[in-house]
């Protein structure tokens, strides 16, 4: 048995009652790890009801197009190809995941209707005795194209008579009660940058993320005897994923069952509702049960991946190192569809300035659609890029002046009591003591006063 | 091509079924004899999820076609410790924190048995060359590593000779 822990440092939990201390610092056994090593975790994909059908989708070979017409003669032709759905057999065709929490509008279809707004987008679904000739099927799939201008910049998706991406919003960006983006507004950079000895401004930007799951995204529907369906889906949010298939189906809640909890790799890459609702609508028409299960290609091109983000920060900063000014403007690329890339937004805007008290703040944060991959969920979202652009930032800033970059932080960390600049008193604020415990960790010498630094007062600054 | 007979040993025990030729092992292991610990990750033998044992070798079994090995034996993870108990190295990937999803956990384990079974004491070179085929995404490699290592040592205090699986499974 191997301990990778250093004993813990208690004193910063010192008001703590010490029998709240039972984890952390001790072994617990995984409850599943049995399972695991043996072989008989059951995933979704290991229940293998009889009569199985196998579900293979046609996907937009275009970024951005018109459907003209699609021919499934030579699909059907295929033997054991028993079925393809097309959006007329979706009850609610239209939707948005996120409109449990009254999000909308529902701006994107579970089989394509008209048009297609990204490569990979599904259009139709190819339903067979075999996954071979679901295969065969979705290649054999005509659709008449009539190409779009597409956009894959977020700055030209916003930039005048750039082409629209999705109609359903009316424009290239996601609207937040009335306003074009998420702002934050407090205290008057434009002044700051006036006042200040230096002004410093620099871009980020990330690519797109896929999450990878070593499983991929899939389910396996089974029709029941009293007209239920159970649903076997390695989905990261069962109740979510089972209220939204409800919704697509317009059947109530309890028609539907979902046998999850067995997810092999996430990482936020299996939150969107993207494979249950057309199984589901196969598994009805045909009465028996279907898969549906990414290929790994599939998984790459369409399961959505960790916004892309481009990041523009101006800092109004001081000879001492004071930043007294901070402006943000940043972009994240929805994609064709909103998902929850809106939410993403607002969470990077809940996350700026960075945990640092900056006296005037000043951020747009725009949630653009463009014809790529639609973004969603991944570990942290609209937060990580967000901290890697300040945190290079801060580097960044510290080289200009030729500064010791932990003590540029620790001057500028915010302190128990601070008024952030969401109008939010900051409390249990711990970055100095982390900033100093990690100095101390990797022998990064400090002067004795930023050694005596507190999150609990402003003295000594 | 009409479909045939083929026979495999699968954990030591003969068996037959029906196979289209093409048809991969793993296909014939999931679908046809239930045996559902080997896992498709990728199918194109990139990530190593489907790794089992043919003639105590690690294949990618989404990349076999069963007909090239009839007659041959294969292990699964399924075959590794019987009646509840862990060998080694299952009870040492347990106590290492090395699964989290466990999804790569069957294949992890058994690049692990060929290769402690072919050398009592590798190094952690070694090890990390048996498991570059194998794609992990959640745990990280490093506890895969020590746990193998730890699951060697303890396999020797064991006294248990390579070349053969573990004859008295350690109970946990
Ligand atoms: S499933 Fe065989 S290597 Fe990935
Ligand atoms: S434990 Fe999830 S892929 Fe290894």
Same mark, same amino acid.
């Given at each position: 048995?191997?301990?990778?822990?250093?004993? *813990?440092?208690?004193?910063?939990?010192?008001?703590?009652?010490?029998?709240?201390?039972? @984890?952390?610092?001790?072994? @617990?056994?995984?409850?599943?790890?049995?399972?695991?090593?043996?072989?008989?975790?059951?995933?979704?994909?290991?229940?293998?009801?009889?009569?199985?059908?196998?579900?293979?989708?046609?996907?937009?070979?275009?970024?951005?197009?018109?459907?003209?017409?699609?021919?499934?003669?030579?699909?059907?032709?295929?033997?054991?190809?028993?079925?393809?759905?097309?959006?007329?057999?979706?009850?609610?065709?239209?939707?948005?995941?996120?409109?449990?929490?009254? @999000?909308?509008?529902?701006?994107?279809? *579970?089989?394509? @209707?008209?048009?297609?707004?990204?490569?990979?987008?599904?259009? /139709?679904?190819?339903?067979a005795e075999s996954e071979a000739a679901a295969l065969e099927g979705a290649?054999?799939?005509?659709?008449?194209?009539?190409?779009?201008?597409?956009?894959?910049?977020?700055?030209?998706?916003?930039?005048?008579?750039?082409?629209?991406?999705?109609?359903?919003?009316?424009?290239?960006?996601?609207?937040?009660?009335?306003?074009? /983006?998420?702002?934050?507004?407090?205290?008057?950079?434009?002044?700051?940058?006036?006042?200040?000895?230096?002004?410093?401004?620099?871009?980020?930007?990330?690519a797109p993320i896929e999450q990878a799951p070593t499983e991929t995204t899939g389910c396996v529907v089974v029709p029941q005897a009293d007209g239920r369906l159970r649903i076997h889906s390695d989905t990261q949010a069962c109740f979510f994923?089972?209220?939204?298939?409800?919704? *697509?189906?317009?059947?109530?809640?309890?028609?539907?069952?979902?046998?999850?909890?067995?997810?092999?790799?996430?990482f936020g890459g299996k939150v969107d509702v993207t494979v249950e609702p057309v199984a589901c609508v196969a598994a009805m028409v045909t009465d028996r049960p279907v898969k549906f299960v990414y290929d790994r290609d599939e998984e790459m091109q369409v399961s959505s991946p960790r916004a892309a983000e481009r990041i523009y920060i101006k800092d109004a900063v001081m000879d001492d190192g004071r930043i007294i000014g901070r402006k943000v403007t940043l972009y994240v690329d929805s994609g064709a569809y909103a998902r929850h890339t809106p939410y993403g937004t607002t969470k990077a805007a809940a996350h700026l300035p960075g945990p640092y008290s900056i006296p005037n703040v000043w951020a747009d944060c725009h949630c653009v659609f463009t014809n790529r991959?639609?973004?969603?969920?991944?570990?942290?979202?609209?937060?990580?890029?967000?901290?890697?652009?300040?945190?290079?930032?801060?580097?960044?800033?510290?080289?200009?002046?030729?500064?010791?970059?932990?003590?540029?932080?620790?001057?500028?960390?915010?302190?128990?009591?601070?008024?952030?600049?969401?109008?939010?008193?900051?409390?249990?604020?711990?970055?100095?003591?982390?900033?100093?415990?990690?100095?101390?960790?990797?022998?990064?010498?400090?002067?004795?006063?930023?050694?005596r630094m507190s999150s609990t007062t402003r003295e000594g600054l | 091509m009409p479909s045939q007979i083929v026979s495999l040993v699968v954990n030591g025990e003969p068996r037959e079924f029906i196979a289209r030729p093409g048809t991969t092992l793993l296909t014939i292991l999931r679908e046809s004899l239930g045996l559902t610990a080997a896992k498709r990750g990728c199918a194109q033998g990139s990530c190593g999820t489907c790794t089992v044992l043919v003639d105590d070798r690690p294949a990618t079994a989404c990349l076999v076609a069963v007909e090239t090995v009839a007659d041959h034996s294969v292990r699964t993870l399924e075959g590794v410790a019987s009646d509840g108990n862990l060998d080694e190295v299952q009870s040492s990937f347990v106590d290492n924190f090395a699964t989290q999803c466990g999804f790569c956990t069957a294949g992890m384990i058994m690049v692990a048995e060929a290769l402690l079974d072919r050398d009592p004491d590798p190094s952690e070179e070694d090890v990390i060359e048996a498991i570059s085929g194998n794609v992990c995404r959640c745990t990280?490699?490093?506890? *895969?590593?020590?746990?193998?290592?730890?699951?060697?040592?303890?396999?020797?205090?064991?006294?248990v000779e390579p070349g053969r699986p573990a004859e008295e499974a350690v109970s946990r």
């Open positions: 048995m191997t301990y990778r822990l250093a004993p *813990i440092d208690k004193r910063p939990f010192a008001a703590e009652r010490e029998d709240d201390f039972t @984890v952390i610092g001790s072994v @617990v056994q995984r409850s599943d790890a049995r399972g695991h090593v043996t072989g008989r975790t059951e995933f979704f994909e290991d229940v293998a009801p009889p009569g199985l059908l196998h579900l293979k989708m046609h996907r937009s070979a275009r970024h951005h197009a018109r459907i003209r017409g699609v021919d499934l003669t030579a699909a059907l032709a295929v033997p054991g190809v028993t079925r393809i759905l097309t959006h007329a057999d979706i009850p609610n065709n239209l939707y948005t995941p996120l409109k449990l929490i009254g @999000v909308g509008p529902d701006d994107e279809p *579970i089989l394509a @209707v008209d048009k297609v707004r990204y490569l990979g987008e599904p259009i /139709c679904a190819v339903v290649a054999r799939v005509r659709v008449d194209y009539e190409d779009l201008p597409a956009v894959f910049d977020v700055e030209e998706a916003l930039a005048e008579g750039a082409p629209l991406v999705n109609e359903y919003h009316g424009q290239n960006f996601f609207k937040y009660e009335g306003h074009h /983006c998420r702002r934050i507004r407090f205290g008057d950079v434009e002044k700051a940058f006036g006042q200040a000895d230096h002004v410093f401004e620099w871009r980020y930007e990330s994923t089972l209220d939204n298939t409800a919704l *697509i189906l317009e059947v109530p809640f309890n028609r539907l069952r979902i046998v999850g909890g067995t997810v092999g790799g996430g991959t639609p973004s969603s969920a991944m570990r942290g979202f609209g937060v990580t890029i967000g901290d890697f652009a300040l945190e290079s930032q801060m580097d960044r800033v510290a080289r200009a002046l030729s500064m010791d970059p932990l003590r540029l932080r620790l001057l500028n960390a915010y302190r128990d009591g601070d008024l952030k600049a969401h109008r939010k008193v900051a409390e249990g604020t711990a970055l100095v003591e982390v900033i100093q415990k990690t100095a101390e960790l990797v022998g990064h010498e400090l002067p004795e006063a930023y050694r | 990280g490699y490093r506890p *895969i590593v020590i746990a193998i290592l730890d699951a060697a040592r303890r396999r020797r205090e064991a006294g």
